[in-house]
């Protein structure tokens, strides 16, 4: 029972130890009144009057009717002190105890382990605040005074009223503590229902089980949109024999009613699991490898033919189930039917090609010029982002791989090889791949006027002036190849085609067999280096303003054609590293262009970071199509969703919440799938033309930035001896 003269009874708990909750609780500013082993005493300097009692626990303190609102801490050094919150939060919301999310030692970049929108995330689905803060710096001590005041003398109601709303939103469970569990035993009972829709309700006393996910999937008939989430995900955590075993035994139970009579009315269970085993078919025949698995369901078939009623059933879905079986089975992340070593596929391709272009018929060129090799971003972009030198730069796509891929030796970006004669009298075109071979490119049109086509091929490939391959076409038409390119990737996207990048280690995989996810985000990167290397091989100020002009006003392109994808790659290809120090070309652009710099920076803070991208989500959601999202954010949504919580409760049963997020945010960006572009047309000569480029690498870029606007009172100093140096005193 709360004492009478306690103003307001805090809690300051974490799942795991040192996490930094006793410093946080002496960065607080309050005067200690009383201490003792099971509670402290404390009032404001500024307020005599108001007393606090402030308890800190790991886990789930008892007596959770006495407080007044609890900090729960995580470590961002620390991934696993991230493992409780989801459940620790919704012990709190479910009691109704208002709740701050906080992320300590956020100064400690460099140990960082926890991915900065990860405890933001997780919040959002419980309507809960979260903040990253420090004990060490003014500012994040002052950060952590201003949310601590603010919510002491919060009214209470207002600050559950987000926290109600997202109640029903989530569902967790607390585990049963063991002996080597950070979370001690907790007196409160948490067995509240929440559920976020009627699609499917969850217990907070243990999750759902197999069969009542699908008999609520089956039930479901106001939200199509469940089934087919269902079939995106579901063998995370079920193999496909045993869905289809549920579905035979649903479909046959209502086969009879009222003991043995045959019913001979088609109920609405059975017609949505004639839909179910369509649509089922017909996207993921590769689920039904397993000859066992494609026998039960050609016999379930041909057993209800013998049924009048339901014969038409068996006429559509048997010549689907009869069709010789996929090759392979593309989904190796998920639960199979078969045995761990026919699982096993082994990847007959020895290529690690990783490009977004390259150049095919070769077989048509005497003589190739030497590739040159150049790596792909590889850290401008990361030491950018990971500064605070420019507030307004968007995350790069680049960060995705960093989450995802686990080999970047392999990861660098060959220019385009000009095919040639020997003499160089004349140019062979070649069609372009992008993607790493997903997409081909090749001018189909007739050949009337192929002459005037060829003469004019030649001009332009036989030349390599960076400056006149920009200026030659206007920005409009270059953000419309842009788009088009992006639009053919986007398109070959599957649904599950995010889970196999997440999942699936091996993602080498060059021309038809690549992920078409890995694709855009190769592609991505390739647009981010062209941006970047168009403007700093130009030497000249006057060059250099004009292509910096042109790349913005492609952006400016891309945003009317709600192309946020190559939106946002061209946004950091402008603001990586080596581009972002050229004060003078910006400051040139500003003064020739304001109207035109402005559009740039409300472009930026369109698709800045800050809020998790709040901006971007809320223009998204308000878009009209056809248009491309920016898949490295949606991409990170679904790395924290599937990080931030474990497949399986404690009992043992399904998190099924978990995977229909997922599901969920998978559809968010396929809805922008159809309808596509279909008024662009593809120009080879452009397409061309922005492939063969050369894509210096991080070092060159930078080194080539310092030399055409070298730093006050360095340019005296000799390139060979001091480049190094320079180089290094711009990451402190």
């Not at 909750?21 to 009383?34: A, F, P, R």
């Not at 801490?73 to 479910?94: A, E, G, H, K, W």
């Not at 243990?206 to 069969?211: D, K």
């Amino acid at each position: 029972m709360k004492e009478q003269h306690v103003s307001f009874v805090l809690a300051v708990i974490s799942g795991v130890n040192n996490t930094g909750k006793s410093t946080l609780i002496s960065c607080l500013g309050l005067q200690e009144l009383k201490s003792d082993i099971h509670r402290k005493l404390y009032r404001l300097k500024n307020n005599d009057t108001f007393i606090i009692q402030v308890i800190e626990y790991n886990g789930i303190p008892p007596d959770l009717d006495l407080l007044d609102g609890v900090f729960i801490c995580y470590d961002t050094t620390n991934r696993d002190s991230m493992s409780y919150l989801p459940d620790i939060i919704n012990i709190f919301v479910s009691k109704q105890v208002p709740c701050l999310l906080i992320g300590l030692k956020s100064d400690l970049t460099v140990q960082r382990t926890v991915d900065p929108q990860l405890g933001h995330l997780i919040a959002n689905l419980f309507g809960v605040k979260a903040i990253e803060a420090d004990n060490v710096t003014h500012h994040g001590i002052h950060l952590i005074q201003k949310y601590f005041i603010q919510f002491i003398y919060s009214d209470r109601k207002l600050l559950l009223q987000n926290q109600k709303q997202d109640t029903t939103d989530y569902s967790i469970n607390i585990p049963s503590p063991s002996p080597s569990s950070p979370i001690p035993p907790t007196s409160h009972d948490a067995s509240k229902n929440v559920s976020r829709s009627s699609s499917c309700r969850t217990t907070a006393a243990g999750g759902e089980t197999i069969s009542n996910i699908v008999d609520q999937v089956l039930a479901n008939h106001h939200d199509e949109q469940i089934v087919i989430i269902f079939l995106i995900v579901f063998r995370k955590f079920m193999k496909p024999i045993d869905l289809v075993n549920i579905l035979i035994e649903r479909f046959e139970s209502d086969l009879t009613q009222d003991g043995d009579d045959t019913s001979s009315i088609l109920t609405i269970r059975q017609e949505r699991i004639q839909s179910f085993f369509h649509l089922w078919f017909s996207q993921y025949w590769g689920d039904f490898k397993s000859s066992a698995t494609r026998r039960i369901m050609i016999e379930f078939l041909e057993r209800i033919s013998t049924f009048e009623h339901v014969s038409d059933i068996s006429d559509n879905l048997l010549p689907l189930a009869q069709r010789d079986p996929e090759i392979c089975d593309k989904d190796t992340w998920g639960m199979s039917d078969e045995g761990p070593e026919k699982q096993k596929k082994t990847d007959t391709s020895s290529s690690n090609y990783n490009d977004s272009f390259d150049w095919i018929n070769r077989e048509h060129v005497i003589k190739k010029k030497p590739t040159m090799t150049s790596r792909l971003l590889s850290s401008s972009l990361r030491r950018t982002a990971s500064t605070n030198s420019h507030p307004r730069l968007p995350v790069s796509f680049r960060s995705i791989i960093s989450l995802t891929s686990h080999d970047h030796q392999n990861n660098r970006r060959n220019s385009s090889p000009a095919c040639s004669d020997t003499g160089r009298k004349s140019l062979t075109y070649c069609p372009a791949i992008f993607g790493g071979g997903l997409i081909k490119v090749d001018d189909d049109n007739e050949a009337e006027g192929e002459e005037e086509k060829e003469e004019e091929r030649q001009t332009l490939f036989s030349s390599h002036d960076l400056f006149e391959t920009v200026t030659r076409f206007s920005p409009t038409e270059i953000a419309e190849q842009f788009t088009f390119i992006e639009a053919e990737i986007f398109r070959k996207i599957q649904a599950r085609d995010f889970l196999r990048h997440l999942w699936i280690q091996k993602k080498h995989h060059s021309g038809p067999n690549k992920n078409p996810v890995l694709a855009s985000i190769e592609h991505f990167n390739y647009i981010s280096g062209w941006i970047s290397s168009m403007i700093i091989n130009q030497s000249l100020l006057e060059k250099r303003v004009i292509v910096f002009e042109v790349c913005l006003k492609i952006a400016v392109e891309l945003r009317k054609l709600n192309n946020f994808n190559t939106l946002m790659a061209v946004l950091a290809g402008v603001n990586s590293a080596a581009i972002l120090r050229l004060k003078r070309t910006r400051e040139q652009t500003r003064v020739n262009n304001k109207v035109l710099y402005d559009q740039y920076l409300a472009l930026e803070s369109l698709m800045s970071s800050e809020r998790s991208f709040s901006n971007y989500r809320s223009t998204l959601k308000q878009t009209e199509l056809p248009g491309i999202p920016y898949l490295g954010i949606h991409q990170q949504d679904l790395v924290s969703l599937g990080e931030a919580n474990k497949d399986h409760k404690m009992d043992g049963k399904v998190h099924w919440n978990k995977f229909r997020f997922m599901g969920e945010s998978i559809l968010e960006m396929m809805r922008f799938q159809y309808p596509s572009y279909h008024l662009l047309e593809s120009n080879p000569i452009l397409l061309y033309l922005i492939g063969n480029q050369t894509i210096s690498t991080e070092d060159e870029l930078y080194e080539r930035s310092i030399e055409i606007e070298p730093r006050p009172n360095m340019s005296s100093l000799s390139t060979s001896s001091s480049t190094s140096s320079r180089w290094l005193t711009s990451l402190k």
